[in-house]
């Protein structure tokens, strides 16, 4: 178990080893965590934790709503399948001929497959924006799409479980995407994923 200190808070917050290196969220705070890649306390000085705060954890999870400032994906393993960018459109879904909406195109919707969503987080700095944050989880089963078309965008969200890690066509995605958004600049100290 990984043990660290919120840096915005102060808070212990803990995460299982299969999530070294990565960035998640405070608990209590909800600032982005970079988790060390060995189990240690990050916060010099910091002591252990008492066991009053052995439920406290990170929380790399399920994002509870679609925030403002991220950007979200949904992809197979070769291609962007859906993706909501925060214009007032919605959720688009891809066709042979480009993106349209998915309230009006429900007959367009892949009903079968396994699918990864994606988190993209751009914060805003003083001299512009950077890429802060990229975060996959799994959106298994059947006919999970067909939530695209409900009136409440936040409802793909009931289908998305666990953390993933992103394949190398995923992540070429995923820059192509910020890429088409955003001005060169933002991979400036953006995080790796």
């Known amino acids: 178990m990984i043990r660290t200190r919120c840096p915005h808070c102060q808070e212990p917050v803990k995460a299982p080893d299969t999530l070294a290196g990565k960035k998640g969220r405070c608990p209590e705070c909800a600032g982005v965590i970079l988790l060390p890649a060995a189990k240690s306390m990050t916060n010099a000085g910091a002591s252990t934790p008492q066991a009053s705060n052995e439920d406290v954890g990170l929380s790399l999870s399920v994002p509870e709503s679609l925030r ?10 070769r291609e ?3 993706r909501w960018d925060d214009d007032g459109k919605g959720w688009m ?12 195109n429900h007959k367009q919707i892949p009903s079968m497959g396994n699918y990864i969503f994606i988190e993209i987080e751009i914060t805003k700095k003083d001299v512009g924006q950077q890429l802060t944050g990229v975060h996959g989880f ?56």
């Open 80 to 82: 962007i399948v859906a």
């Open 93 to 104: 879904i891809r066709i042979k001929d480009g993106f349209v909406k998915a309230t009006q």
């Open 138 to 193: 799994s959106l298994p089963g059947d006919f999970v799409l067909n939530k695209l078309t409900k009136k409440n965008e936040n409802t793909i969200l009931e289908g998305v479980e666990g953390t993933t890690t992103l394949n190398d066509r995923q992540r070429a995605l995923v820059r192509q995407r910020v890429n088409a958004k955003y001005l060169p600049n933002i991979w400036d100290n953006a995080v790796d994923f």
């Open 68 to 77: 403002r400032n991220c950007h979200y994906l949904i992809c197979n393993s």
